[in-house]
């Protein structure tokens, strides 16, 4: 018994050496196998890491119009995830931002690609290049060290001028994916060259038509500037560490053997896929982020648009605490996000730096205690050149692999900067459409009103304004006129009065094309004909020739032949010739809004309008802060020119300048006849009589009563 054990012991020793003296003859073949093995499983996991996964299905999603992460009406952020949507929004912004293989930014990617690999390279001959100065120290070899000492200083000039270089290239990306995105991103906000992109007015219809987008000035500005920042550093902290990966690992499985490497990434793959599945969503807080401070940016600008009503109406007290709501609500978001990174940063530094460090000392000790094959016994310098170069390469894969693992969070916070971005770009395209989300008034369910609102009317060009069952209805959808009809030819002044949300000024959007036409027809001047004077007009920055040929450059002007003389003339008309004198020239700069008074903005904008001289002119009050006899001199001038007046106003003095009068009651009802004005200033003058009249009514009453109080007395 004992010798069939002895027999059985030496089979067994016997095939497990010819097993080894087998393995021996084809490791070089399996060391092969497991480095492309290792290859192909690094950009594998990095794949799977990276590709789209399966959208969560949230409340948001299921509305209508939510599937392109859209906000819906109760404020939600557009959701945010590293998935199939982002890689969507991803694909169409990237064919924005590089629009070629031939374009600029193209160019940069290949310059960014072959200074990232020339990075590698110098890392790799760093990392040789370290263990053999520390080799030749430990040999006591002077002239050797002083060699690789020089070494050492010799590649610092290409290392330092690639990482230089690389951070140079990196920022340029950045600005030229900023640049392209936002020059698409104005051309559809404010119109490109093309008459029909500026007639779309998306800047004032994201604003005024729909809800998604309540602050696209943030959006445009910070948003994008920080979309691109993180698209340029992604590729960065993407493509390098994949790379170093790569071609750290397969030098240091040359020095210790593919099969401690083996182990090493079976022991790394497991820490890492628990690191991944705690990371927070710091794609989401990076989109909260971003719509929480446009919100605390909005309402500080609120504040400044209406400084001086706040300021009268004493409302200081109340604005502060409108703008510490949303700053505590940006801390308490901040917070929350500072804790969660701060305990991932434990768990994510414990696994990378010293849980991975410790498995990676292991590995580079293999050589220096167990003799593997095919390598010689060398002295105690080499065995300390191999385990600092090892350890350095260690170390550099670790890192890699770290901004690999970094890489996923990186990704995330992009998806976030792409959600907004996508937002906008998504929201001006359905504008472009006429499709607009905007929370509707209660009465907007009602069957009839909801089938006013689903309709759409069609608008015609003509040289008159003609209105043919057109319903008058407000972005909220709230139905102020069912059916509006009446016409005016050119030359004939329009009156339009009533109170106050009667539709006055919704007329005046209609027929500006910044409204849509929900039924009827629509029969007007192209929007270039049209020119709206309101009681506070607008002054942009520039020079006062600016403010009377405003949008126009002094080239336009000048190419229309006319001349500051001209102007000059133009504001005589207006009577206010002495402002160039008084304010230091045409060329002189100013906040003109702080510069002059209610009544000379007023002149000004008249002046503007004789200027441009369009076929129609729409004054919403804009003769309120002049005096009657200079507002009978601007309308006489205006008709002198065959400017056609479309006039609200509540002033008598101006009914005589009118040929037609368009009058809502306010209950949805309205009157369109002819201005017979003397015969309506008469009736307007005995109505006052007899309202004063009534005034005294219960003087008289009160003063009979006494009379008959004084009789009773008496008898």
Known sequence: MAVLSTLRVEQLNKSLKNLSASYLRHRPLVQRVLN???????????????????????????????GKGKD????????????????????????IVIPGIKSKEALLLVMHSSLLILRTAISLYVAALDGKIVASLVRAEPAQFAFNILRWLLVAIPATWTNSWLTFVQ??????????????????YLG??????????????????????????????????????????????????????????????????????????????????????????FGAYAAMSAQLAGALRHTHSRLAEFAEEIAFMGGEETEKMLVERDYATVVLHERKVLRRRWWFGCAEEGLVKWTWGAFGLVLCAIPVFFKLPGMENVDLGGRTEGFVTNRRLLLSSSDAFGRVMYSYKDLSELAGYTA???????????????????????????EENAKILQGRGEVMFSENIEFENVPIVTPNGDILVRSL???????????????????????????GGLWPVYGGIVRKPPPSDFLLIPQRPYLSVGTLRDQVIYPHTKEDMQARGITDVDLLRILAAVQMENVVDREGGWDVTREWRDALSGGDKQKIAWA??????????ILDEATSLVPPDMEGRMMDHATELGITLLTVSHRPS???????????????????????????????????????????????KARLAELKAIEAGLA
């Open 485 to 511: 009809n009446f016409s005016i030819k050119h030359g004939q002044h329009l009156l339009i009065v009533g109170p106050n949300g009667c539709g006055k000024s919704s007329l005046f959007r209609i027929l």
């Open 420 to 446: 907004r971005v996508s937002l906008l770009l998504d929201t001006m395209e359905d504008i472009k459409k006429g499709k607009f989300e905007k929370a509707l008034v209660s009465s907007a369910s009602i």
């Open 72 to 95: 819906d009406s109760s404020g939600r952020p557009p959701r945010v995830a590293v998935d199939a949507l982002f890689y969507q929004r991803l694909s169409r912004i990237l064919r």
């Open 171 to 188: 920022k340029k990306l950045a600005i030229a994916y900023r640049t392209r995105l936002t020059e698409v991103v104005l051309k559809e």
């Open 608 to 617: 503007r309008l004789f200027y441009h001289n369009p076929k129609y002119a």
């Open 36 to 66: 492309i093995s290792f290859v192909l499983y690094v950009l594998g996991t990095t794949f799977r890491g990276l590709s789209s996964r399966p959208a969560k299905p949230s409340n948001s999603t299921s509305k209508k119009g939510k």
């Open 654 to 700: 101006l009914w005589k300048y009118h040929h037609m009068i368009l009058h809502y009651d306010g209950q949805g009802g309205y009157v369109f006849t002819k201005l017979d004005a003397e015969k309506r200033l008469a009736l307007q003058q005995e109505k006052q009589t007899l309202e004063n009249k009534l005034l005294d009514v219960p003087k008289w």
């Open 192 to 281: 490109g060259d093309e008459e029909e992109d500026k007639d779309r007015k998306v800047y004032y219809q994201l604003s005024n038509l729909d809800d998604r987008i309540k602050n696209p000035d943030q959006m445009i500005t910070h948003d994008i500037q920080r979309f691109s920042t993180h698209l340029a550093a992604i590729y960065s902290n993407l493509a390098k560490p994949v790379l170093d990966v790569i071609l750290y690992n397969y030098q240091l499985s040359q020095n210790v053997g593919a099969e401690g490497l083996l182990v090493l990434t079976i022991l790394v793959q497991s820490t890492a896929a628990l690191l991944r599945r705690v990371t927070p969503p």
